[in-house]
Structure formats: structure tokens, C-alpha cells
């Protein structure tokens, strides 16, 4: 069984720029989330995918976005990135319809906005 | 929204107990969840409560209190290996989790 898994897990984008990050979801399972940890701080949600559509969502603006395969591999991507940005990006998958709270986290990617 | 206090840092012995205490406000409030992270490293799901009481899992244990908006972590015997950061989550519903900003355990010999 693999886990999930997150590529790339590092990059270096200008401010202005879009980024698209991905991720494999943990065999079996359908939804797929994604999370922003900047340095020191716990993971803020950004949105959670299920069956392809937007199935929950934090306080991020419209220019995170996201999206879900029908093989349940996912790919976030923000537009015209800012200093803030910065941050490590997590992708964390689950089964539906548990609500245990258990999500399996990949490694994540870390984004450096210049 | 949601927000949640945790203490920022603990220090503990080798051998020792310490309790992670979590306070929350939240709407739509379906359980609390524990993930530890080392540094460098992915969060990992430690524990969940969906009720009331205490939920033991090894060395791990933890307790939610739905009327006080109140849990905690407990860790038993502690090793250096459980130094890292641990954070507590709300579950708001499908498995939309939002986390605290986390208490960072520094275990000493």
C-alpha cells in the first residue's frame, strides 16, 4: 500500500507567478485535502476534494484553487503568488464518510515565493 | 470560524507524564483530533474523540469535554523520540479538520 505521496517537494517561484502542486492519494481513498503550514504554525485548511468537487473550503481567497482526478490524485494551484505564500503545502487523503478525523499527510511541498 | 489555544511550548523528563491541554470555539463541531509532527516531517493522526470521555490508545490518551469546548493529550512514559510538535484539530465535518497552532514537547534526559 502506498501513502501519499507530493510532488515537487520543493520549488522557487517570483512573486506574480502561478504555481500547480500534486498529489497521489493513499490507495482507497476519495477525498483528498489540501493545507498551508507556514513556519511554526499548524496546518490551515485550504479545501477538501470529493468525487471531483469542492467539498469544504477555509479562508483562502478564489486564487487557490483546486482539483481532483477520477483516479483520486489531486493538484492545488494558486495564482499570482505573494510573499505569504510561502509556506509548506500538505495534501492529505481519507476515506468518505468516516468523519475520525484521520487524515494521512504526505511529506508536502515546500514553496518559496521570491 | 474556528480557533483553538494550545500552549506553545512544554518541557517534560524522560519517563515523565505531561497533558496537552486544547480549548476550541467552532460551529458545526463533530470531534477532536491529535497529529504529532516532527520536524520536518508530515503530521501523523494520534487520536479522536467524537464523545465525551477518554480515549487510551498505548501510551497516548486523550479526553474531550463537548460542554467545557475542552480536550487534552495525555502521553505516558515519555521518550526522547516523543519530542515534536502536537496539535489539536476540530472536525467540522467531513473530515474537515482545523488545527490549533500547536505545542511544541521537548522531552529531557
Known amino acids: 500500500e502506498t501513502g501519499v505521496t507530493q510532488s515537487p517537494t520543493h520549488l522557487i517561484k517570483t512573486r506574480g507567478q502561478q504555481v500547480t502542486l500534486r498529489c497521489s492519494s493513499q490507495?482507497?481513498?476519495?477525498?483528498v485535502s489540501w493545507y498551508q503550514q507556514a513556519l511554526g504554525q499548524g496546518p490551515q485548511f485550504i479545501f477538501q476534494y470529493y468525487r471531483e468537487e469542492e467539498n469544504g473550503r477555509g479562508n483562502f481567497p478564489p486564487r487557490f484553487s483546486g482539483l481532483q482526478f477520477p483516479n483520486y490524485s489531486s493538484e492545488l494551484n494558486v495564482n499570482a503568488l505573494e510573499l505569504d505564500d510561502s509556506a509548506l503545502y500538505l495534501c492529505?487523503?481519507?476515506?468518505?464518510?468516516?468523519?475520525?478525523?484521520?487524515?494521512?499527510f504526505g511529506e508536502g511541498s515546500r514553496l518559496t515565493v521570491l | 470560524g474556528q480557533s483553538l489555544e494550545q500552549p506553545s511550548e512544554v518541557t517534560a523528563v524522560e519517563g515523565a507524564i505531561v497533558q496537552i491541554n486544547c480549548t476550541y470555539q467552532?460551529?458545526?463541531?463533530?470531534?477532536l483530533s491529535w497529529y504529532q509532527q516532527h520536524d520536518g516531517g508530515a503530521p501523523t493522526f494520534l487520536s479522536y474523540n467524537g464523545l465525551d470521555g477518554l480515549e487510551e490508545t498505548g501510551r497516548f490518551s486523550s479526553f474531550l469535554s463537548r460542554s467545557d469546548s475542552y480536550g487534552y493529550l495525555l502521553l505516558q512514559e515519555l521518550q526522547m523520540k516523543d519530542s515534536a510538535s502536537y496539535f489539536c484539530a476540530v472536525i467540522t465535518g467531513a473530515n474537515n479538520l482545523f488545527f490549533g497552532t500547536g505545542t511544541r514537547l521537548t522531552v529531557i534526559p
Open positions: 490507495s482507497g481513498h476519495n477525498t
Open positions: 492529505a487523503s481519507a476515506v468518505s464518510g468516516g468523519d475520525t478525523g484521520e487524515l494521512f
Open positions: 467552532t460551529s458545526g463541531f463533530y470531534g
